[in-house]
């Protein structure tokens, strides 16, 4: 009894959930819808015309007859070039228009007018049509392929296209890790609170709100960018929404092969640039700017075109992105803020690298010694050894396996019962700090693949399914937390990121009747996530464990907690996969819902 009162608690939420559906608006994710009224030339509804709307790409067809009070609509048109075609009887001549142009999430508006049979069989208009939207109640704007297509953009990111939009900006929040947004603004909203889709399918990380990999640009047909009263079906966003559509075969065969370089000859030095050595006959650092290595490449190929003429198309498309370039750091900038003291002064046999300004340890300890009666009085002791003890901290924290120092000097100050009775030597990892001068390595792999077959079934259905996947390791990130600012890292205190993103999107489309249309939607989608230590010399996960256990083992050896808080590796592994099924059918505003 129980189980059958389930089973009708899960019927009347799918019902509930179905009957919200069908009043939706009149066009869909990712298609477009066109109406208007079909007159003669005194303004009188023309009844029972046929309208044929045909695609120039495809060839498919919808059709439709006007009613008693002229009005035609058509649903569900994938975005494309299309002719219209009006034929109002022999009365009539025929009328043809062969420039529209109906985009994504578009609900246009195109009134036919019709002339009276005379010697002219067929009025055709050839000059592009400007359609008027009269029902749409958001707030858009569509970045068009002649956009895509003919503005420089940086790094070929055709999401930042959005920006044309005035009522978009940047989001300039910092980031935090592995997590990717779409870097837009929309309404004061952080970036994590917009809604990126992809061919209607959701492209965001759940887990954190970021933007997964998408397609190539190549691949991009046009995007909508949506900025406030947007409908329910697109949900998930208190910022602003962007519905990109990909391209999608057609009759004829088209392919393409592109490449883009830009290399460090051409490029202009960046101030920041810099190349350091460290004296020791000075003990003084000295950063030389240098022009910094450069070189990213981004190139690939498109290929559509038909497998069965007006029934199946595929399209396909690759692109991958290589980069070698240069990290920035301003480590050593005013010698670590450290000035040589003569030894002598500090009752040392060799000089000690103590910090500098007027409350310095390099003021502070020649006057304490001096003050106390030099270095033969007892009194002086305790500032001879803290002066000791600061040039020692100095030297390890500079010079720390880099063979400058001799054992035990390269240890920790420890009496060596938590490493077995031998001095707790420096962890393999450690680097002193005259090896992280100067520019450091980066790079970038990315690659962007994607397949998509379209089969037209007849005049009333459609389907198509789009695979995707992209592979993509970047090193040298800089990460704007924890009061690390830009330019404050060193190559291997930076992060390396991999990700994997697969997605498959299959889509049916089913016209019922011209003004009621149904989706029928499915997205696998999978991201692998690696996020970790940079790869460079003192970076390595791998070598920086032994350190954490030293200190985990001095913790222990002095009566304190275990360290269990302290992080073994910052290394967050995410293999997140997700799957969506969404039905949606779309009327005609105005029209009965019974």
Known sequence: MQRGMGVCRW???LVLVLSCVVAGAAQGVNTATLSGTVMDQRGQAVAGANVTLTSAATGAERTTVSEDNGRYTLVGIPPGQ??????????????????????????ATLDAQLRVRGQIQ????VEETALVETQKADVSATVTSVQINNLPINERSYINFTLLDSQAARDDTPSIGA??????????????????????????????????ATVSQEAVQEFRVITSNYMPEYGRATGGVVNIVTKSGSNQLHGNLFGFLRNGAIQAQNPFSVQGAFDPASDTVTLKPVKQSFTRVQAGATLGGPIQKDKTFFFFAYETIRAQATGFTNIGNDNFGLVPVPGASVCSATPLLLTGGPTG??????????????????????????????????????FGNTGALPTPLNAFPEDGAACGGAPCALPAGFQGLVSLLGNYPTKQGTSLWSLKLDHIWNNT???????????????????NAQNQNFGQNAGNRTSNQQTRDLAIVAQHATAFRNDLFNEARFQYARRGLHYGFSNLPGGSGGRQLDGLRVLRA????????????????????????????QVRRRREPGKDQH
């Open 179 to 212: 997590a990717p947004t779409s870097g837009l603004n929309f309404g004061g909203q952080r970036a994590r609170s917009n809604e990126v889709s992809v061919d209607g399918a959701d492209a965001v990380d759940k887990s954190v709100g970021g933007v997964r």
């Open 361 to 398: 340890q390099a003021a502070f300890y020649p006057a304490a010694i001096a003050a106390a009666g030099g270095c033969g009085s007892a009194a002086a002791v305790p500032f001879i050894t803290g002066a000791a003890l600061s040039g020692g901290a100095s030297a390890v924290a500079l």
């Open 461 to 479: 259905n459609s389907t198509f399914l789009r695979a995707s996947v992209s592979p993509s390791l970047v090193t040298g990130i800089q990460v």
């Open 122 to 125: 067929t009025i055709t208009v």
């Open 82 to 107: 299309y002719k219209l075609t009006v034929d109002g009887g022999a009365n009539f001549d025929v009328y043809q228009n062969a420039s529209i142009l109906l985009t994504v999430g578009e609900a």
């Open 11 to 13: 019927a009347v939420v």
């Open 554 to 581: 001095r913790a222990v050896h002095h009566g304190r907690s275990s360290g269990a808080a302290l992080p073994v590796d910052r290394q967050p592994d995410l293999d997140q996969g997700a799957a969506h099924l």
